[in-house]
C-alpha cells in the first residue's frame, strides 16, 4: 500500500524527508507546506507494514512513534530505522533532525517522516486504512463501563449466534474469531492490533463483532475511526482512578464512546439505574437513538419479579407493554443487569424474544464471573473478577440474597456465612483499597485478606492499605494465596457461601515481573477434594 494511502483522510502537517547519503553525511530536507516533498516525492513509495514497536518493525514499514506509559516511541525511531522502517511518524514537538539520531544505520533507503500534533491519534486512522477499513463491512457493537462488560458481551454473542450469526468478540478473558480462541492481553487492544482483528473477522465469516471496550482504550484513541453500530453503557464506579486521576476524567472517557464514535445512525443502550447512565441520556447527542435498561419504572426494558437461588436466576421482562419470562444458569441480581443489556441490543435488532431465550439457555457459565465451582462440596462456591468497592458489594449482596431466599424456603434461620477471600492488585489505585477492606468487613461474615497480583509491590504493604479500611475485626491476614483459599474451604460448613474473588478468570499471578502459574479455579478444585477426601476417610 502506498504511504498517501495509509495517510487518506488523516490529520498529519510536516513532512521531513532524509535523502540518500552525500559524501558521507546526511541531508535533510524540511517541508512544512506538505507538497514539495510531502506529495512528488515522500508519499510516492510503498509501505509492507505498521508498527508502534519497533522490535516488529520490518523492511518496508512505517513506525509510528507513540509517547507512552512507561517508554517513548520516538526514543526507538532509530532502532526502527536500522530494522528497515521507510517511513516515521512523530510528534511536531519531538525534534528528531539530528544527524546522531541516524548514527549506525547500515542501510542507504531514504526515509519519510511525518509530523503530527498526537501520535495517538493518528494511529487509528492509518490502521484503518492499513487493513481495507473493515468496520464499513461489519456490525460493531462496544460495550463499556466498569462491571459486567464481559459478562454482557458472552450473553451478547450467544443471543446473536442463536439468531443464526457468525460472531466476533473481543475481551478480557479472550478474542474469539466464531470458535477459534486467542489470548487476550489487553481488553480492547491497540489500534494495529484492533483493526488487524477486525479484518481476520471479517476474512472469517463474521458478520458481527462485540468489543469490550476499556476506559483506556477510549482515553488512548484505539478504537477511534471504528464504525460503531451499537454502544452499551453498564455503570460507572471507582476504579482506574490511577490512570484517570479523577470521575470526572473517567466518566469523559466513557463518554467518547457515545459522543464521538457511536455512528450517528446507531443505537446507544444505557442502564438507567446508573447515575452516570442518567447523565450520559441526558447529554446524548439531539438525533441520537437510545434504548434504556434497568430495574426502575420508566426503562424501555425493565426486569420485575426477580427470583434469585442457588440453583437459577428467572425474572420477567416488560417491554412494549408485554411480559416476557426469563430464565438463566447464571444467576445473581448483576447479571439481571448484564441480560438486559444484551436484550436491549438483540431487540434493537430485530431477534425475536424465542431467539434471545434459546441463546440466554444455551449459556451455563461465564469464566470467572460468578462461576460456581461444584466438586461434590455441600456449600456453594463462587470465583469472581470483582475487584472495585462497588463489584465487591454487588457480590456480597448477591450472596446474601441467595442465602435469605434458601432460608426462607427451608422455613428456617439463617445461620449460614459467607467466608471471602480477596486482596488488590499491585500498581493500581491506592485508594480503593481501604474502601474495599471496609466493604468486605462490613458486609461479610469472614474475610481472608491475602495477595492478588502484587506486580512490583510488596504484598504486606498491599494488605496493610487494605486493613486500614476495615471496620470490624472478623478477618484474618494471609498473603499466600493458596493457602487462604485453604483456610476458606477448611473453615466452610453446609449452605455456606465462598467467595474467591479478584482474579477470576486469570491463571496466574503476576510478582515482581514475574508471572507464575495460579488459578484460583483450579487451586480451589484441589482443596475441596482434599477436604471431601479427608472427611470420607474418618
Keep these: 500500500m502506498k504511504l498517501s494511502e495509509l495517510l487518506h483522510g488523516c490529520e498529519y502537517s510536516t513532512i521531513t524527508t532524509k535523502s540518500k547519503r552525500q559524501s558521507g553525511a546526511l541531508t535533510y530536507h524540511h517541508d512544512t507546506t506538505d507538497h514539495e516533498f ?22 518496508g514499514y512505517l513506525f509510528v512513534a507513540i509517547k507512552g506509559e512507561r517508554y517513548n516511541g520516538h526514543d526507538f525511531i532509530q532502532d526502527a530505522l536500522e530494522r528497515g522502517a521507510v517511513a516515521i511518524v512523530h510528534e511536531k514537538d519531538v525534534n528528531i533532525q539530528h544527524t546522531e539520531l541516524f548514527t549506525g544505520i547500515a542501510n542507504t533507503h531514504s526515509v519519510t517522516f511525518i509530523g503530527v500534533e498526537n501520535s495517538r491519534r493518528m494511529l487509528p486512522c492509518i490502521a484503518h486504512n492499513f487493513y481495507g477499513k473493515p468496520s464499513k463491512h461489519l456490525f460493531i457493537i462496544g460495550v463499556t463501563g466498569t462491571n459486567g462488560k464481559t459478562t454482557t458481551t ?36 491497540e489500534a494495529i492490533e484492533f483493526q488487524g482483528l477486525l479484518r481476520d473477522m471479517l476474512l472469517s465469516g463474521c458478520t458481527h463483532v462485540i468489543s469490550e471496550i476499556s476506559s483506556h ?7 477511534d475511526r471504528t464504525l460503531m453500530d451499537r454502544a452499551v453503557f453498564t455503570n460507572l464506579t471507582r476504579d482506574h482512578l490511577d490512570f484517570h486521576g479523577t470521575m470526572e476524567e473517567y466518566f469523559h472517557a466513557k463518554e467518547r464512546l457515545f459522543r464521538e464514535i457511536l455512528d450517528r445512525n446507531g443505537i446507544a443502550i444505557i442502564n438507567v439505574d446508573d447515575p452516570y447512565g442518567k447523565r450520559l441520556i441526558s447529554s446524548h447527542r439531539p438525533s441520537q437513538a437510545i434504548l434504556t435498561y434497568g430495574l426502575e419504572i420508566g426503562a424501555d426494558i425493565q426486569a ?46 430485530g431477534v425475536s424474544w424465542e431467539e434471545i431465550q434459546e441463546g440466554l439457555t444455551a449459556i451455563e457459565h461465564i469464566p470467572g464471573r ?119 474451604v477448611a473453615e466452610a460448613r453446609e449452605g455456606d457461601i465462598v467467595l474467591i474473588v479478584g482474579k477470576g478468570h486469570e491463571d496466574y499471578q503476576e510478582i515482581k515481573g514475574m ?7 483450579e487451586v480451589l478444585e484441589d482443596l475441596i477434594k482434599n477436604k471431601l477426601n479427608v472427611q470420607n476417610a474418618v
Design 154 to 189: 458472552y450473553i451478547m454473542k450467544s443471543l446473536l449466534e442463536s439468531w443464526g450469526k457468525k460472531v466476533g468478540l473481543m475481551g478480557t478473558i479472550q478474542y474469539m474469531i466464531q470458535d477459534r480462541v486467542y489470548p487476550a492481553p489487553y481488553t480492547t487492544p
Design 217 to 223: 482504550a477510549l482515553a488512548q484513541f484505539r478504537i
Design 370 to 488: 460468578f462461576e460456581k465451582i461444584e466438586a461434590g462440596q455441600d456449600f456453594l462456591c463462587i470465583i469472581d473478577y470483582a475487584h472495585s468497592e462497588d463489584s465487591l458489594k454487588r457480590l456480597i449482596d448477591t450472596s446474601r440474597e441467595i442465602i435469605a431466599r434458601g432460608s426462607k424456603r427451608s422455613r428456617g434461620g439463617s445461620s449460614h456465612r459467607i467466608i471471602t477471600v480477596f486482596g488488590c492488585g499491585g500498581d493500581r489505585d491506592h485508594g480503593k483499597r481501604p474502601r474495599m477492606g471496609a466493604v468486605a468487613t462490613r458486609l461479610r461474615d469472614l474475610v481472608i485478606i491475602t495477595s492478588d497480583n502484587p506486580r512490583s509491590e510488596e504484598p504486606n504493604d498491599i494488605i496493610k492499605e487494605i486493613e486500614s479500611g476495615t471496620v470490624r475485626k472478623n478477618y484474618i491476614v494471609e498473603p499466600d494465596r493458596k493457602e487462604a483459599i485453604r483456610k476458606a
Design 304 to 349: 420485575v419479579n426477580i427470583d434469585n437461588s442457588f440453583q437459577a436466576l428467572s425474572f420477567t421482562i416488560l417491554f412494549q407493554g408485554q411480559r416476557y419470562h426469563m430464565l438463566s444458569h447464571i444467576i445473581g441480581l448483576p447479571n439481571v443487569y448484564n441480560i438486559l443489556a444484551a436484550v436491549g441490543v438483540a431487540l434493537s435488532l
Design 515 to 521: 508471572r507464575y502459574r495460579f488459578s484460583d479455579k
Design 38 to 59: 510531502g506529495i512528488t516525492y515522500s508519499l510516492d513509495r510503498d509501505i509492507s507494514g505498521m508498527a508502534y514497536n519497533s522490535q516488529k518493525v520490518k523492511r
